[in-house]
């Protein structure tokens, strides 16, 4: 209620729907009605606790270093963005129909895609003022073409992943169609680098997608961004940390893309899967030495017995980026 979130001229629309959609032709009254930011205000902390968790907002508020006006808004505009709203609905239409235990797992995954939007925008937008309609409307088109593109655009590691979520679906009982949708969710995440990337020299979004999806592969930012999210963190503190290099390793990434984009002869070096790891291994060739030596650090690593730790991925997250260093 203290924040501006109520006033965004976008949440007419949560206002409308609280009321039976018989009152739709009272709408200008409804702008002047003596609760409406009470309305507003009460149906978003109802949705942001029930898709996203009841401590949520205050953790989400303390790591992104945002007011409860840039949670709201990062929160609206990544639901809708990636039609997470959309996919929240179609699994509850499952009720009585797959397992429980399904059908929670679906709702599980939707709310952690969720929450690791919601701190994306919150951290990269939200908090620079942006408007929800404004976010919506500068990335959502892409989000649209990258679901469009569907698993084909991400690296092999991503790929695989990502159909193994599915088959863990299915076999919990969720129909394919829903289980493949909900699976497809995660790799989203880098929806609003791609549309910056592609934005930068008037790529198609799918180009550009490839782009810093092979990016990821070549280098070995996808699996080591894997790596650490499968870390848990024991405290604030850890978790927090763990958070941090993750977002490294996006812009990172992001960066290394850019580079080879700008070095590329046009989006027609993405246009497909050979021309797009031409143009990346044009890119290496003067690097070779040190990408060589990067890729060693993360395999030995890799094999190591013992498996992933906080001090193994910063020395990994350090070896790469020393690699975009010069021969």
């Known amino acids: 209620m203290a924040s501006k979130a109520p006033d965004d001229p976008y949440f007419e629309g949560v206002q409308k729907g609280y009321f039976p959609d018989e009152l739709a032709r009272f709408g200008a009254e409804m702008k002047t009605h003596r609760l409406r930011r009470e309305i507003i205000a009460t149906v978003l902390a109802n949705d942001i606790v029930d898709m996203a968790g009841p401590t949520f907002a205050p953790r989400l508020m303390a790591s992104a270093g945002v007011d409860a006006d840039g949670l709201v808004v990062a929160f609206e505009a990544a639901r809708r963005i990636f039609r997470l709203d959309e ?36 951290r990269s937008e939200a908090a620079a003022g942006a408007s929800v309609q404004a976010l919506i409307d500068r990335y959502r088109p892409a989000a649209d073409a990258l679901r469009e593109g569907g698993l084909a655009l991400l690296s092999d590691f991503e790929r695989a992943e990502a159909e193994a979520r599915a088959r863990r ?12 949708m909900v699976a497809a969710l995660r790799p ?75 070095a590329a002869d046009g989006p027609q070096a993405a246009a497909d899967l050979d021309r797009t790891r031409a143009a990346i291994a044009r890119w290496i060739e003067p690097r070779k030495e040190a990408v060589e030596r990067a890729a060693r650090t993360l395999s030995e690593i890799e094999r190591s017995a013992d498996g992933w730790s906080f001090a193994k991925l910063t020395i990994a997250n350090a070896a790469l980026r020393a690699s975009s260093q010069l021969g």
């Open 87 to 122: 996919a929240w609905a179609a699994i509850g239409g499952l009720d009585l129909k797959i397992d429980a235990k399904a059908q929670l797992a679906l709702y599980g995954e939707v709310a952690s895609v969720l929450r690791g939007q919601t701190y994306w925008m919150a």
């Open 188 to 262: 989203m995440t880098a929806t609003a680098e791609i549309a910056d990337l592609a934005a930068l020299k008037s790529w198609p979004v799918e180009n550009a997608a490839r782009l810093f999806h092979q990016t990821g592969q070549a280098f070995g930012f996808d699996r080591l961004r894997a790596a650490a999210g499968a870390l848990r963190g024991g405290d604030a503190y850890e978790r927090a940390a763990l958070r941090g290099l993750i977002v490294e390793l996006f812009e990172e990434q992001a960066a290394r893309a850019r580079a080879i984009l700008q």
């Open 169 to 180: 679906f299915v076999d919990a009982g969720a129909p394919e169609s829903c289980a493949r």
